[in-house]
């Protein structure tokens, strides 16, 4: 049995030391080079916002200084042409909105989407972490939440990983409880409304089930004042079904069969993914979120790479 469950790791469930060994892979996700391009949801990119920058002072106007960056103010005064200057600000919170529900144990390529979910939530950790910057989290399955405040330093990424991968929606019978299988979307975006402060960066990885109007409300609202990223973990199936063969499909209470052979229903079914797909993609046009697509038989990193700035890491090293 522990033979059976250590080959199924990084599959259906991922330890911790697997988790930690990502810290040297984090160093290739364009976060902080200065030229993220992440696609938004119409057929455009746009660049992140970047930490904030913030007033320092005034100084006399020097050729090649930016013009847009005159003080207007301080040169009517004086006389004298001054513009000015400003310093990055030192930090930017980032915040992770984890989901690991019930449709999140589920693939039928490479890895259960609650594992691909928790390798990118990590490497993400870990690339913030190694600048120093703070990283927090929400973590979430039905009912159960935990919220991790944003922390420096690589005992914050430690905390995540180990509260994440003692969250109880890993365990076998998590579910078998009704009580739990209530997604609680709405309940989790607010959570993340009340705890997210201006000029965040927010990645949230999920497949982004049972989305309803309350809850994109809540993210409408975040968007406003902070860089929002959803990436969106779907396994290949959910997008086409096979051509021919019966299946029996289950949720944990009910079973359906279905017969892949019929033309009309396999045209049905890709439907209803591409209209998910859709919408995420109008409701981050009309928000300018990002959005990334992460399919369980993908590899996360490069993913991420190529999701936030479409570059390979030997381009990336020669731009930083």
């Known amino acids: 049995m522990a033979v059976k469950k250590e080959q199924s790791e990084q599959v259906t469930w991922i330890s911790s030391q697997s988790l930690v060994r990502l810290r040297t892979d984090a160093g290739n996700i364009p976060l902080y080079t200065g030229k993220i391009h992440a696609k938004q949801g119409g057929a455009y ?20 200084d930016d013009i847009r960056n005159m003080d207007w103010r301080v040169t009517a005064r004086t006389g004298e042409a001054h513009t000015k200057v400003y310093q990055e600000e030192r930090e930017r919170p980032v915040l992770l909105w984890l989901d690991l529900n019930p449709s999140m144990f589920f693939a039928t390529q490479g890895a259960y989407k609650s594992v691909i979910a928790t390798k990118a939530a990590t490497l993400l950790a870990w690339c913030v972490a190694n600048h120093n910057d703070r990283v927090g989290a929400l973590v979430f399955a039905g009912d159960e939440h935990i919220e ?61 089930r049972e989305m309803n109007e309350l809850s994109t409300s809540h993210l409408a609202n975040i968007s406003r004042h902070n860089d929002i990223v959803l990436v969106h973990v779907y396994d290949p199936i959910e997008s086409e079904l096979p051509t021919s063969g ?23 079914y890709h439907q209803r993914f591409v209209e998910h797909t859709e919408t995420l993609k109008t409701l981050c046009r009309q928000n300018r979120m990002h959005l990334i697509n992460l399919a369980t038989d993908n590899d996360v990193l490069e993913s991420l790479q190529n999701g936030l700035g479409n570059q390979s890491p030997s381009q990336l090293l020669l731009k930083s």
């Open 246 to 268: 019966f299946y029996k499909v289950s949720d944990g209470t009910k079973e359906i069969n279905i017969n892949a052979a019929d033309k009309t229903l396999r045209e049905d």
């Open 148 to 208: 991790i405040k944003p922390r420096r330093g690589k005992s914050a990424v430690l905390n995540f990983i180990n509260r994440t991968v003692n969250h109880s929606a890993w365990n076998n019978g998590h579910w078998k409880n009704e009580n739990r299988t209530n997604r609680n979307m709405e309940i989790s975006m607010s959570r993340l409304r009340k705890v997210t402060h201006p000029g965040s960066l927010i990645f949230l990885i999920s497949d982004f």
């Open 45 to 64: 990119v746009s660049s992140f916002k970047g930490r904030g920058m913030e007033f320092d002072e005034s100084r006399i106007y020097m050729p090649g």
